[in-house]
């Protein structure tokens, strides 16, 4: 079955204490990103990757990093996480960033920091 | 870079009737155009799409169309029904051109209220 898994679902964690979200593809799509949702804000890009080892900064991506060093896996890390980063993430893939392909979205991970 | 405003961002009907959600877009580069239904706690989901060479697209009790002269690009959802209750997001971009950064970029999305 063609998904996009994101793990953790849900998480609470404290002020700068790093954590990574990870998210895998098993579609060997070229191009992941990954969004935030926030109430009233939709979906906002924070990273996207073209394919493997090339990444760049989307919309938000101010407290974020990413790595790109298999095709399948696209991990959000949060080096120093802080309470304005609470907010609902989905990580996406499509086939590439080309041609209007289908973006397929992971599950999301609920992100509480406090 | 693209922006894109959405209306309404709430939006209320009787079940039965239809429900229209508007989009407008800001680069005339655009050619790709998506609409996404998200339901609450879900992720969201693709329900139809269209591409800048067609001006109107229908499945089912869902069309879309497009203006590419006025840039700018609407849901219709005839019938609805209470499974339609959602917040529905419309979406542009651009096909990729020497590896450009062209993803898609959302509406703030429209919280549709099916009434009974």
């Known amino acids: 079955e063609a998904q996009v898994t994101q793990n953790p679902r849900y998480l609470i964690t404290v002020t700068g204490k790093k954590l990574t979200v990870t998210c895998s593809q098993n579609m060997n799509h070229e191009y992941m990103s990954w969004y935030r949702q926030d109430p009233g804000l939709g979906l906002r890009q924070i990273y996207y990757s073209m394919n493997v080892e090339v990444t760049d900064k989307g919309d938000v991506p101010e407290g974020y990093k990413v790595s790109r060093k298999e095709k399948r896996n696209f991990p959000l890390i949060l080096e120093s996480p802080s309470p304005n980063q609470t907010s609902l993430y989905f990580c996406?893939?499509?086939?590439?960033?080309?041609?209007?392909?289908?973006?397929?979205f992971g599950e999301g991970s609920w992100l509480t920091v406090v | 870079g693209e922006n894109v405003e959405q209306h309404p961002s709430t939006l209320s009907v009787q079940e039965g009737d239809s429900a229209v959600i508007k989009c407008t877009y800001s680069?005339?580069?655009?050619?790709?155009f998506p609409w996404y239904k998200q339901e609450l706690g879900k992720r969201p989901q693709l329900i139809i799409d269209i591409r800048s060479n067609v001006g109107e697209k229908k499945d089912q009790r869902i069309a879309v169309t497009l203006n590419k002269t006025a840039k700018h690009f609407s849901l219709h959802i005839t019938e609805t029904q209470p499974e339609d209750s959602a917040v529905y997001f419309c979406a542009a971009s651009k096909s990729g051109s020497g590896g450009g950064a062209d993803g898609l970029t959302f509406g703030k999305g429209t919280h549709l209220i099916i009434q009974p």
């Open positions: 996406a893939s499509s086939l590439s960033n080309r041609g209007g392909n289908t973006i397929y």
């Open positions: 680069d005339s580069a655009s050619n790709y």
